[in-house]
């Protein structure tokens, strides 16, 4: 769906492919962002995650986080 974001929790000095269709990067806690991307297509944005293991932790939304676990799982 159109003007859908999603919040990723960032390791610092990682994830540059999503940091830069980023919206928006709030510093969090211990070396972490809180990078918000566009997310019109969940499904898609899940393949984008995956390569970058623990360094990214989907906050929002629960669909796009049950991809990234759904994928992990099957890798697994």
């Not at 919040?7 to 972490?32: E, F, K, N, Y």
């Amino acid at each position: 769906a159109t003007g859908v974001t999603a919040s990723l929790r960032v390791r610092a000095d990682r994830g540059h492919d999503l940091r830069r269709t980023s919206t928006d990067i709030q510093p969090d806690a211990d070396g972490w962002d809180v990078v918000t991307v566009p997310c019109p297509d969940p499904q898609r944005l899940a393949e984008r995650i995956l390569p970058f293991g623990a360094d990214v932790v989907v906050l929002d939304p629960p669909e796009l986080r049950d991809q990234v676990v759904e994928r992990f799982r099957a890798l697994l």
